[in-house]
Nanobody, 127 residues
Framework: EVQLQASGGGLVQAGGSLRLSCATSGFTFDDYEIGWFRQTPGKEREGVSCISSRGDGKYYADSVKGRFAISRSIAENTVYLQMNVLKPEDTALYYC????????????????????WGQGTQVTVSS
């Protein structure tokens, strides 16, 4: 069974950093691409970043480029999202998800491309 569990959220001041973790089980990274998404009340869930099944393809939403970095540890079966220079508009519930691989060297950032979701972890950035 494909399972994902996000953690690492919290309250941080603007300009600070957080690292989110997505612990996975029931599959290997060769099988799926992994994405990070976020959602605020009243808004649609949006793609933040993703990493391809080979680990060499990465995507970032324009709003986080240059500030966020996605990575993974095969040994730990964990995908990370390092978030730097956080802004109040980054406040959201963050989710990780697994999606079928279309290309091993690229990934997609669309919610509809992912089928297995972990529970969210709240990130709150104060101004």
């Amino acid at each position: 069974e494909v399972q994902l569990q996000a953690s690492g959220g919290g309250l941080v001041q603007a300009g600070g950093s957080l690292r989110l973790s997505c612990a996975t089980s029931g599959f290997t990274f060769d099988d799926y691409e992994i994405g990070w998404f976020r959602q605020t009340p009243g808004k649609e869930r949006e793609g933040v970043s993703c990493i391809s099944s080979r680990g060499d393809g990465k995507y970032y939403a324009d709003s986080v480029k240059g500030r966020f970095a996605i990575s993974r540890s095969i040994a730990e079966n964990t995908v990370y999202l390092q978030m730097n220079v956080l802004k109040p508009e980054d406040t959201a519930l963050y989710y990780c998800a697994a999606g079928d691989t279309v290309s091993v060297h690229s990934c997609r950032g669309s919610v509809t491309d992912y089928f297995a979701w972990g529970q969210g972890t709240q990130v709150t950035v104060s101004s």
